[in-house]
């Protein structure tokens, strides 16, 4: 392990080609002009180029945690219920180094105890080939800023495009085999690492977010901006449609809904993702809402990316995608709340 | 176990939600172990008497209409309000834009005397109503799910969520993102964004959300050219007689 090995350009086609045929794979595909999506792929020529390519709509986190997925089957007349795990063998190909952050968030925010099973067998059987940009996808994305521009681990795979051939990180025994297994690999050599250090130092100057915040300093932004005006400005603007944190890879809620079968004595229990953002989120029995106001919602939605989860995980939960800003048609970006907060704070 | 008679009844509508019904296949056989409809004109010709549940469609626009959905009302144990017309008026809401008498006119030039007619009205503002199918027309798995809430005496909570939440769960590209507008963030989802699963825009069929932000959304609109007049006609063409209840949960 921790291997490195080149795969000429010219050999890519036969290495995904080999890949579909040996495992199910997803990969990024386009979705509509500007949208992409990830999803089965049969052949390379459905794999979106990786110079368009931006953030997918939802992030890879759907292969681990689902939209909706039955959790429980059950026999209300018998009094019988069973667990569900539905999981399958997917390779996910070219995930982002934003969006390997993500999936190392939710691990561990569901390998808190009580442990998440059907989460965690999921994401025993996903293989993950992650890819490296070498610029920002858009004007969105903040990932340099939330640190997360470079790989920290995460994939089995890593691609780093070093113009006639890819370097390809080993980092587990399951991609040490795929890259055995699949031979179109040479080893790779000192000055192979040399070049993809030279590409990393490029990156530094090429990954300007226009935030000039530390983490310590972003931290001290956040904690202590519970009463700041920006939030009642975003409740104003704010439809409340959810999309911001649906589309989120470090946004976990669900709820769990019975329905039972025409039979009216068998069903299924299933858990569907929730949001913070709707309007019966934070309501208990009764009808009351623990956060009625939209300017609460948003500021929930800010805290849980940069305050809460630093003292739960410490780590920021915003993994700099900016998907949240370009599924917002009321235009609130992220970056914009970010130097919001400081102008509020040095008084402007 | 013992089947639960259900009757479907017409207002002013187009009679294309009990259409989904007719369209329902195999689905509608399981659905006829549970259920034995005693009144449907849709798909049978004779009347039966007794029934147990009332599925309304339509809204309420003549004093007639006033009496017979009374009348219903007193018979039935159960009244599900069934499309948009039932539940929020619809588009026969529209009417209410306008003078009465003017409408009249318009619609049966010089035999208007001959006809009745008040503002339109959703089921709701007639008579108790104990469960909702919005949208135009119904989305059928919701009808099913409905059904299942009556047949165990639950109740039904209609989402008071977006269609956004079901149209990104579906991975659509956004309207938004083509220069489209789209009423999703404002309308209650439940027919897992029926329409921009394939390729057109949400209408608002099933009502707005319990607590839309209109301003926010007419910024967003206004940003994209609209009109004022336009927007609210838009907001209008399902929601003009009234905003869907929300159904809390007991
Ligand atoms: S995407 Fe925008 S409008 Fe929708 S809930 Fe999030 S912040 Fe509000
Ligand atoms: S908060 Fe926004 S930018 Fe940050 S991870 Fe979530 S979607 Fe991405
Ligand atoms: S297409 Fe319409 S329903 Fe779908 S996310 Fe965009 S605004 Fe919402
Ligand atoms: S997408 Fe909108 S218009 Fe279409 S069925 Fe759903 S609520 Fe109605």
Same mark, same amino acid.
């Given at each position: 392990?921790? +291997?490195?090995?080149?795969?000429?350009?010219?050999?890519?086609?036969?290495? =995904?080609?080999?890949?579909? %045929?040996?495992?199910?794979?997803?990969?990024?595909?386009?979705?509509?002009?500007k %949208?992409? =999506?990830?999803?089965?792929? %049969?052949?390379?020529?459905?794999?979106?180029?990786?110079?368009?390519?931006?953030?997918?709509i939802?992030?890879?986190?759907?292969?681990?945690?689902?939209?909706?997925? *039955?959790?429980?089957?059950?026999?209300?007349?018998?009094?019988?219920?069973?667990? =569900?795990?539905?999981?399958?063998?997917?390779?996910?190909?070219?995930?982002?180094t934003?969006?390997? $952050?993500?999936?190392?968030?939710?691990?561990?925010?569901?390998s808190?105890?009580?442990?998440? =099973?059907?989460?965690?067998?999921?994401?025993?059987?996903?293989?993950?080939?992650?890819?490296?940009?070498?610029?920002?996808?858009?004007?969105? $994305?903040?990932? $340099?800023?939330?640190?997360?521009?470079?790989?920290?681990?995460?994939?089995?795979?890593?691609?780093?495009?070093?113009?006639?051939y890819?370097?390809?990180?080993?980092?587990?025994?399951?991609g040490?085999?795929?890259?055995?297994?699949?031979?179109?690999?040479?080893?790779?050599?000192?000055?192979?690492?040399k070049?993809?250090q030279?590409?990393?130092?490029?990156?530094?100057?090429?990954?300007?977010? #226009?935030?000039?915040?530390?983490?310590?300093?972003?931290?001290?932004?956040?904690?202590?901006?519970?009463?700041?005006?920006?939030?009642?400005?975003?409740?104003?603007?704010?439809?409340?449609?959810g999309?911001?944190?649906?589309?989120?890879?470090?946004?976990?809620?669900?709820?769990?809904?019975?329905?039972?079968?025409?039979?009216?004595?068998?069903?299924?229990?299933?858990?569907?993702?929730?949001?913070?953002?709707?309007?019966?989120?934070?309501?208990?029995a009764?009808g009351?809402?623990f956060?009625?106001?939209?300017?609460?919602?948003?500021?929930?939605?800010?805290?849980?990316k940069?305050?809460?989860?630093?003292?739960?995980?410490?780590?920021?939960?915003?993994t700099?995608?900016?998907?949240? %800003?370009?599924?917002?048609?009321? +235009?609130?970006?992220?970056?914009? *709340?970010?130097?919001?907060?400081?102008?509020e704070?040095?008084?402007? | 176990?013992?089947k639960?008679?259900?009757?479907?009844?017409?207002?002013?509508?187009?009679?294309g939600?009990?259409?989904?019904?007719?369209?329902?296949g195999?689905?509608?056989?399981?659905?006829?172990?549970?259920i034995?409809?005693?009144e449907?004109?849709?798909?049978?010709?004779?009347?039966g008497?007794?029934?147990?549940?009332?599925?309304?469609? #339509?809204?309420?626009?003549?004093?007639?209409?006033?009496?017979?959905?009374?009348?219903?009302?007193?018979?039935?144990?159960?009244?599900?309000?069934?499309?948009?017309?039932?539940?929020?008026?619809?588009?026969?809401?529209?009417?209410?834009?306008?003078?009465?008498?003017?409408?009249?006119?318009?619609?049966?030039?010089?035999?208007?005397?001959?006809?009745?007619?008040?503002?339109?009205?959703?089921?709701?503002q007639?008579?108790?109503?104990?469960?909702?199918?919005?949208?135009c027309?119904?989305?059928?798995?919701?009808?099913?799910?409905?059904?299942?809430?009556?047949?165990?005496?639950?109740?039904?909570?209609?989402?008071?969520?977006?269609?956004?939440?079901?149209?990104?769960?579906?991975?659509?590209?956004?309207?938004?993102?083509?220069?489209?507008t789209?009423?999703g963030?404002?309308?209650?989802? #439940?027919?897992?964004?029926?329409?921009?699963?394939?390729?057109?825009?949400?209408?608002?069929?099933? #009502?707005?959300?319990?607590?839309?932000?209109?301003?926010?959304?007419?910024?967003?609109?206004?940003?994209?050219?609209?009109?004022?007049?336009?927007?609210?006609?838009?907001?209008?063409?399902?929601?003009?007689a009234?905003?869907?209840?929300?159904?809390?949960?007991?």
């Amino acid at each position: 392990m921790d +291997q490195y090995y080149r795969l000429n350009k010219t050999e890519c086609r036969e290495f =995904v080609g080999a890949l579909t %045929s040996r495992y199910q794979v997803v990969a990024p595909v386009k979705r509509g002009e500007k %949208s992409f =999506v990830f999803a089965r792929i %049969s052949s390379p020529d459905e794999i979106a180029s990786p110079e368009e390519y931006i953030p997918t709509i939802i992030p890879p986190k759907k292969y681990f945690f689902p939209q909706r997925e *039955t959790i429980l089957e059950y026999d209300a007349v018998a009094q019988r219920q069973k667990a =569900v795990m539905e999981y399958e063998k997917v390779v996910i190909f070219g995930v982002r180094t934003c969006d390997l $952050a993500g999936i190392q968030c939710l691990n561990m925010v569901f390998s808190e105890r009580p442990r998440d =099973v059907n989460y965690l067998i999921r994401k025993n059987k996903l293989i993950i080939i992650g890819m490296e940009c070498w610029d920002y996808c858009d004007e969105h $994305a903040l990932c $340099a800023l939330m640190d997360n521009h470079l790989p920290k681990g995460g994939y089995d795979l890593f691609f780093s495009d070093l113009g006639d051939y890819h370097l390809i990180h080993v980092n587990t025994e399951v991609g040490e085999e795929i890259v055995r297994s699949i031979g179109v690999f040479t080893e790779a050599t000192g000055e192979d690492l040399k070049r993809l250090q030279e590409f990393r130092e490029k990156k530094r100057s090429a990954f300007d977010t #226009g935030i000039d915040l530390s983490h310590p300093e972003l931290m001290d932004l956040f904690a202590n901006c519970e009463d700041a005006r920006v939030w009642e400005e975003l409740g104003e603007r704010c439809l409340s449609c959810g999309n911001c944190t649906t589309v989120c890879p470090t946004c976990y809620c669900f709820d769990v809904i019975d329905e039972i079968n025409l039979d009216l004595r068998t069903g299924e229990r299933f858990r569907i993702w929730d949001s913070c953002q709707n309007e019966d989120f934070a309501k208990v029995a009764g009808g009351e809402s623990f956060r009625e106001e939209r300017s609460g919602r948003q500021r929930h939605r800010y805290l849980r990316k940069f305050k809460y989860p630093l003292a739960k995980y410490s780590r920021f939960f915003c993994t700099g995608c900016g998907r949240c %800003s370009r599924a917002c048609m009321a +235009q609130i970006h992220i970056k914009e *709340t970010i130097k919001a907060l400081i102008a509020e704070r040095a008084g402007v | 176990m013992k089947k639960v008679k259900v009757a479907f009844f017409d207002f002013a509508c187009c009679e294309g939600c009990q259409l989904q019904v007719a369209n329902m296949g195999d689905l509608l056989v399981d659905l006829l172990d549970r259920i034995e409809l005693v009144e449907f004109r849709e798909v049978m010709s004779e009347r039966g008497g007794d029934y147990e549940v009332a599925v309304v469609e #339509g809204s309420i626009t003549t004093h007639h209409d006033i009496e017979r959905i009374k009348k219903i009302r007193e018979k039935a144990k159960i009244l599900i309000a069934y499309g948009a017309c039932a539940c929020t008026g619809g588009v026969n809401g529209m009417k209410n834009d306008f003078d009465l008498e003017d409408v009249k006119r318009y619609v049966y030039q010089d035999k208007a005397d001959w006809f009745d007619t008040v503002p339109t009205m959703a089921v709701d503002q007639v008579v108790k109503v104990d469960y909702y199918v919005p949208g135009c027309p119904v989305y059928i798995p919701e009808f099913v799910r409905v059904l299942k809430c009556v047949l165990q005496g639950l109740p039904y909570k209609v989402p008071d969520y977006a269609v956004c939440v079901e149209c990104k769960f579906n991975e659509n590209e956004c309207m938004y993102d083509k220069g489209i507008t789209c009423l999703g963030p404002i309308t209650r989802a #439940g027919c897992n964004s029926w329409c921009t699963n394939n390729g057109n825009i949400c209408y608002g069929c099933r #009502g707005m959300v319990s607590n839309p932000n209109k301003n926010a959304q007419m910024e967003v609109l206004k940003r994209y050219g609209i009109p004022l007049e336009w927007i609210i006609n838009k907001f209008n063409m399902y929601n003009r007689a009234k905003e869907i209840q929300p159904q809390e949960k007991e």
